[in-house]
């Protein structure tokens, strides 16, 4: 019968079979398992005996295994058994006998000189009596090998892309791939150059920069040099696929390839818009011929006594520039300029320079110099840098000090600004110690002055005052002969005068009671406020308590006594010990007394407003001994340990309770505020403090050699000044302590320091 043609497709036949010996064949025979490709309809021939083709195994480029199975002899004998094929694409039939058969079974043959990539038919075989019986046609195909050693150009021709790869065997022709698309179809070569990928071109230089007056010497451009890599030529993947006579292979590998890149030989630059230079580096260039910048001068100044500690002398330089703009490119090998970067403007800087600020000795006759600053060109910041000094070394009285800048640039010096004056604040502090001894200090606790009180009697209640206009008062009581007397003594300050105080008129005021001096504070120009608690006495006891507020006024040689009320009426239960004054309103603290003069029960303030002369008060529990107010709505009290804000209301009714603290271990004895608001607190637990004035939290807390705190006042820098006693407690302290609570100096008195002010600014 005749053979059976099937088209054939690219997908492989490849079907495992259990098989067991044939006797005198290289084929094996087996049961059949149902996973076996039967071939339905087999051809029994003319004779008894069937014959079936199984299956194509274990196929290769070259090589299959053909499988059959003879069912039934019959009682016959197979003269001869095999397998025929041929080529799907040739009709000729090739067949391969494996000899006589006489037991029914399976069989095998491999065959191995197929050719690669072709389709093929095959069926089983058997000769009975002389003739043939087949079994079904099985198509298959050989595998397809991949092309391999495919290679692809890497920039080395201007042309193109050059890919290569191997001759396969029984390939008919081959199919080239640029990245993932078809690009032409060959025969049998086996390279190509792909022309249509562009080459490479050179590109603007990135990032320029010029410096902006860093250098006196030049402007220094920069850019970044240009990646040898973004010169390549444009970049693709190739892969190739063999044409076989029936089946096409897969894509080989990937390859890289590149067209020939662009190479840089130089860059230029261009300077304002002129000719091209070549640079001979590849990332900077300095412009040396840049206009090299000058100096001018700004308007020089020193404090007038702005600051405590020193003079700030200042100069303002400037840098008067010339701007230059500049460009980038490359060049190529093939001297072909590329792009142009974008603009960069830049300039010149001043030279190294050295400024002296120098400082007029005694009389101005001559100049030291106290400071010397090294300017470079980096150190004007766009246009404008300052020279700043702070003179501590200026008089600490406040005599007026000249200045004048000089600048040194190589051999040559060039006075800069001359007839610069300046000076410190004049500020002197003011302490009486148990003795009734008055000591006047400097800002930097020299000694300035002193003199003593009263007469020789024994003093308490001592106090000081100072006023805007530069007198000085002492208060104080004293037991003397038999009486006791309060009195307040005032000096004026008088440059022209050897000893720079001289002592004023003396008030006394001898009585036959006990006189307390509970509060002296200045208000005005020669104006004072005299606190009094009046105790009058006979061998019964005590008759009458009463507290008076004194306003005393003084001319050049007297006190004048005023003894008009701050508040009207007087005060009959209870016992002034401090007074306070603000923009809206005067403050008074004191203590209730007993009716039988057997000690204090409580605390009482009160306060009376300036403009409606509206009268409010609050009773504390304990006792009061300070009053501060912040000159913003604000009072401060003192009671026992603790500290309170109040916030003063517009009208009569009692004030709240702001904020208090109760840091404190022993009673506070006395209260400053400072400009920001801040309470500086002075307690007998040895210790000064600093509290908000916002919300009542401690800011710094000294604790320094005292035994004792008596006093504490604040100076507009927030520089305090504390009075008490020493460790031993027979001696006196008087101490600054700066704004971030550090002790700046001590001084030791013979007798504990009972009260201290500062100079304020007028």
Request: proline share 2%; charged share 30%.
């Amino acid at each position: 019968m005749g053979m059976k043609r099937k088209k054939f497709g690219v997908a492989l036949v490849s079907i495992v079979l259990l098989v067991g010996g044939i006797a005198g064949c290289d084929g094996l025979f087996a049961d059949l398992d149902e996973a076996s490709l039967n071939a339905e309809n087999q051809n029994q021939g003319t004779g008894e005996v069937s014959v079936s083709t199984i299956a194509v195994e274990d196929v290769t480029d070259t090589a299959a295994t053909f499988r059959g199975e003879i069912f039934d002899l019959s009682d016959q004998t197979v003269a001869d058994h095999g397998f025929c094929w041929s080529a799907q694409s040739d009709l000729s039939e090739e067949c391969e006998f494996l000899g006589e058969v006489n037991v029914a079974g399976s069989f095998s043959h491999r065959v191995d000189e197929l050719t690669r990539g072709q389709g093929y038919s095959v069926r089983a075989v058997v000769v009975v009596a002389e003739e043939r019986d087949y079994g079904d046609e099985l198509d298959f195909s050989t595998e397809a090998p991949s092309v391999t050693g495919v290679e692809a150009g890497q920039g080395v021709d201007e042309e193109g892309v050059e890919i290569s790869w191997d001759e396969m065997p029984d390939a008919e022709g081959y199919r080239l791939y640029r990245d993932g698309e078809q690009v032409i179809e060959l025969g049998m070569e086996t390279s190509y150059l792909d022309d249509e990928p562009e080459s490479g071109e050179l590109i603007a230089p990135q990032e320029v920069t010029a410096s902006q007056g860093d250098f006196g010497e030049y402007v220094e451009v920069r850019w970044e040099p240009v990646d040898e890599g973004d010169l390549d030529g444009a970049q693709h993947h190739y892969a190739v696929r063999a044409i076989y006579a029936d089946v096409e292979s897969e894509l080989s590998d990937e390859v890289p390839g590149l067209v020939e890149g662009v190479e840089v030989a130089h860059y230029e630059i261009e300077v304002n818009g002129e000719s091209w230079l070549q640079v001979e580096d590849e990332e900077l260039f300095r412009d040396e011929e840049a206009p090299l910048a000058e100096l001018e001068i700004g308007e020089p100044s020193a404090s007038q006594g702005d600051f405590l500690d020193f003079v700030r002398v200042q100069l303002e330089l400037y840098s008067a520039y010339t701007e230059v703009q500049y460009r980038v490119r490359a060049v190529s090998v093939d001297d072909e300029p590329g792009p142009v970067s974008d603009e960069a403007t830049g300039w010149r800087g001043l030279g190294e320079l050295t400024i002296q600020l120098r400082r007029a000795g005694n009389e101005n006759s001559s100049f030291d110099v106290i400071a010397t600053e090294e300017i470079e060109a980096g150190d004007f910041d766009e246009e404008e840098t300052v020279i700043s000094y702070d003179d501590s070394g200026a008089p600490v009285d406040g005599t007026e000090k000249l200045y004048q800048f000089e600048m040194i640039s190589g051999d040559e010096s060039e006075i800069l600004a001359e007839g610069i004056t300046g000076f410190r604040a004049d500020r002197f502090v003011y302490a009486i110690d148990g003795t009734g001894r008055v000591q006047i200090h400097d800002s930097e606790g020299g000694h300035v002055w002193s003199d003593s009180v009263g007469s020789g009697g024994q003093k308490f209640n001592l106090h000081v005052a100072v006023d805007v206009a530069g007198y000085f008062y002492a208060g104080f009581v004293e037991d003397y002969e038999d009486s006791i007397k309060w009195g307040v003594q005032q000096w004026q300050r008088d440059d022209q005068e050897e000893g720079f105080f001289n002592e004023g008129a003396t008030f006394e005021d001898p009585s036959s009671g006990y006189i307390a001096l509970t509060e002296l504070k200045s208000v005005g120009e020669q104006l004072l406020i005299a606190l009094l608690g009046t105790v009058f006495v006979d061998s019964a006891g005590p008759e009458e308590v009463d507290s008076d507020v004194y306003n005393l006024y003084f001319d050049d040689s007297a006190i004048e006594n005023d003894e008009a009320m701050v508040h009207g009426g007087e005060f009959e239960d209870w016992h002034a010990i401090a007074v306070e004054f603000d923009s809206e309103g005067t403050y008074l603290a004191g203590n209730i007394i007993d009716p039988d003069w057997t000690g204090m029960t409580g605390g009482h303030v009160q306060g009376q407003h300036a403009s409606t002369a509206e009268v409010w008060s609050k009773d504390y529990d304990a006792e009061l001994f300070a009053l501060a107010a912040d000159f913003q709505g604000g009072l401060f009290v003192a009671e026992g340990s603790d500290v309170h804000k109040l916030d003063i209301p517009e009208s009569g009714d009692e004030p709240e309770n702001a904020w208090s603290y109760s840091g404190h271990d022993s009673f506070v004895a006395s209260l400053a505020v400072d400009d920001e608001g801040n309470v500086y607190t002075a307690s007998w637990d040895n210790t000064v403090r600093k509290i908000s004035g916002d919300d009542g939290e401690e800011v710094w807390i000294f604790e320094g050699d005292t035994d004792g705190v008596n006093s504490v006042v604040v100076d507009e820098w927030g520089n305090a000044y504390v009075a008490g006693a020493s460790t031993s407690g027979d001696e006196g302290r008087l101490m600054r302590i700066d704004e971030d609570g550090e002790e700046v100096w001590s001084e030791n008195f013979e007798a504990p320091v009972h009260d201290v002010v500062v100079d304020r600014a007028p």
